[in-house]
């Protein structure tokens, strides 16, 4: 399917909006059901002149192997900001790149959609590192632009995304309430909430799947205001943690864009209940 559709963008011939081949008879909606986006650009740089008479398959391969090489490039960056020297930010780097979960999927030239991903994933966390020791608006914006690519590219980032703003959450309520932090942590979630609503009104399946009702957006909308609020009238330590534990119930009970991806989590469930019990039922699935 992958492949089809990067093919098909390669030729440019147009993608269908409802694909019969692909779902028969009633048709899928490749818009609205399909993140498509690292199939456009999969397309687009093989028409390249000095690109467009590499057979598309082998060009998939190298474009696999490339994109996954700009993690290295990405995990040498966020190192750096940690350890303040070249050679250990090397010694990751390197690490990263023979580490087995990071090579497993892309050592085969495998086209698919996290590929694309990820790198912008790991700059994103270092241009958010960036962005809270530097005054400059370009680290925030950036990030917003890189968000916008990484939801576009890859449904399951939203799991990524959860992670990342409940880092932020408990980082703000850790921190102190200083204007050093405040005004460049108010300016990156600004960026961040800006970018979300943007793929949530522009980007075909994220509107299609009720995005605008997510739990991310949620929670950053939530953040933001709070930051807001705080910023003009400081807000005691139970009230925020109170704040935050009402959005999070009520976006897990209330929100029915979680229905989406609730076979998502309960694969992920699944998988951390085998693995912990594993041994006790000498190989058997727990109950």
């Given at each position: 399917m992958h492949y089809k559709y990067a093919e098909m963008i390669s030729k440019e011939e147009p993608i269908p909006n409802i694909d019969y081949k692909m779902q028969h008879p009633e048709g899928m909606e490749v818009a609205k059901r399909l993140s498509i986006f690292e199939e456009y650009v999969?397309?687009?740089?093989?028409?390249?002149?000095?690109?467009?008479?590499?057979?598309?398959?082998?060009?998939?391969?190298y474009f696999s192997?490339?994109?996954s090489a700009l993690s290295i490039f990405a995990v040498y960056l966020l190192s750096s900001l940690f350890t303040k020297s070249r050679r250990l930010s090397l010694l990751s780097a390197l690490y990263y790149a023979v580490a087995y979960p990071a090579?497993?999927?892309?050592?085969?030239?495998?086209?698919?959609?996290?590929?694309?991903?990820?790198?912008?994933m790991i700059f994103h966390l270092y241009l958010f590192l960036k962005s809270m020791e530097s005054k400059k608006m370009a680290y925030p914006i950036i990030s917003g632009a890189l968000l916008i690519i990484i939801f576009a590219s890859w449904k399951l980032s939203q799991f990524y995304f959860l992670l990342f703003?409940?880092?932020?959450?408990?980082?703000?309520?850790?921190?102190?309430?200083?204007?050093?932090?405040?005004?460049?942590?108010?300016?990156?979630?600004?960026?961040?909430?800006?970018?979300?609503?943007?793929?949530?009104?522009?980007?075909?399946?994220?509107?299609?799947?009720s995005f605008i009702l997510s739990l991310p957006i949620l929670l950053n909308a939530g953040l933001l205001i709070i930051l807001v609020i705080d910023k003009y009238k400081p807000l005691k330590m139970a009230l925020k943690i109170s704040l935050f534990s009402g959005l999070i119930i009520a976006g897990i009970l209330f929100l029915s864009q979680n229905k989406s991806y609730s076979h998502v989590y309960s694969v992920f469930l699944y998988k951390m209940k085998y693995s912990v019990f594993s041994n006790m039922y000498q190989g058997k699935p727990p109950p």
């Open positions: 999969a397309g687009y740089l093989h028409r390249l002149p000095v690109l467009k008479n590499i057979p598309l398959h082998r060009f998939l391969e192997w490339y994109f090579i497993i999927r892309t050592v085969d030239g495998l086209f698919l959609r996290e590929i694309l991903a990820l790198p912008f703003i409940g880092f932020l959450i408990i980082k703000y309520l850790l921190s102190r309430n200083t204007d050093g932090f405040k005004k460049p942590f108010l300016i990156f979630t600004i960026c961040q909430t800006t970018a979300l609503m943007l793929c949530a009104t522009l980007v075909p399946y994220l509107k299609n799947r």
